[in-house]
């Protein structure tokens, strides 16, 4: 359920230092401007992770005006509990086997969470998670980007699943969420916060657009929103910052 108190929280988040003296913001972004124009006729490079890649969205660009980053953390302290899904089609005739999903996040420099739930999900609606068809935690294989977004560094975040998942033709929702379990070791979940980045140009996409527009979806306890679009206009994006998830599916498909 979308509440007006949300209103008063959908601010910059220009600093972590920032976010912590007053209620979190559910995103990060510049503000809006013109969209890019997508890069076209140049060879993809997907993160190393996404080995084979099947599927990647394409990469955040940090200097776009729409480049943003979407709630996707579980802290120990600033916020806990809330996790965005991320929309993946698989094509009529098509079986794909799926044996990792890897998120670009954004997060501190010390970003140390040593694992991550994961989560794919079928018929996911507003206000409806439809049904959860893998779901489990497992360690994470982190890599930095280089990339730098609103003060927060750029990491992809790779969690392998136990045995492969066979989906065939239809719409699923992928999420992982890293986990901060403990607060000696992993000293970045007391103080920082975790954004699944965008992408706006879909650069180094492979096979980009097999990712449905604007249909990406936040599930928090912490924000009291149960898969609320984030297209939804209540969350405070433009239908460029909402329109695509820099994540992408490490496996392969055949027909």
């Known amino acids: 359920m979308k509440k007006t108190l949300f209103a008063t ?20 972004h510049l503000g ?21 890649c099947l599927f990647y969205g394409g990469d955040l660009n ?7 980053g979407m709630s996707d953390e579980n802290t120990l302290i600033i916020v806990g509990g809330s996790s965005t899904y991320a929309a993946f089609n698989v094509p009529s005739g098509v079986t794909a086997s799926i044996t990792g999903i890897l998120f670009n996040i954004q997060a501190s420099a010390n970003f140390d969470p040593q694992s991550a739930t994961y989560d794919v999900r ?5 206000g409806n998670g439809g049904n959860s068809i893998a779901s489990g935690s497992g360690n994470i294989t982190v890599a930095t980007t280089g990339r730098n977004f609103i003060g927060l560094n750029e990491f992809t975040v790779l969690v392998t699943l136990p045995t492969p998942l066979s989906i065939g033709t239809g719409e699923y929702w992928f999420n992982i969420t890293p986990q901060c379990t403990n607060g000696t070791t992993d000293g970045s979940c007391n103080q920082g916060r975790i954004f699944l980045s965008n992408t706006t140009e879909f650069t180094n996409g492979v096979l980009f657009k097999a990712q449905p527009a604007g249909s990406m979806f936040l599930n928090s306890s912490f924000f009291q929103l149960t898969f609320a679009n984030w297209c939804d206009a209540a969350l405070g994006f433009n239908a460029q910052q909402c329109n695509a998830a820099s994540f992408g599916l490490v496996g392969t498909a055949k027909k």
């Open 9 to 28: 929280t959908l601010v910059l988040a220009l600093s972590l230092t920032a976010a912590a003296q007053k209620k979190p913001a559910i995103s990060q």
């Open 32 to 52: 809006g401007g013109p969209a890019q124009e997508a890069k076209t006729g140049l060879p993809a490079t997907p993160p190393s992770l996404c080995n084979p």
């Open 62 to 68: 940090p200097l776009d005006p729409n480049a943003a």
């Open 122 to 126: 079928t018929d996911v609606i507003d």
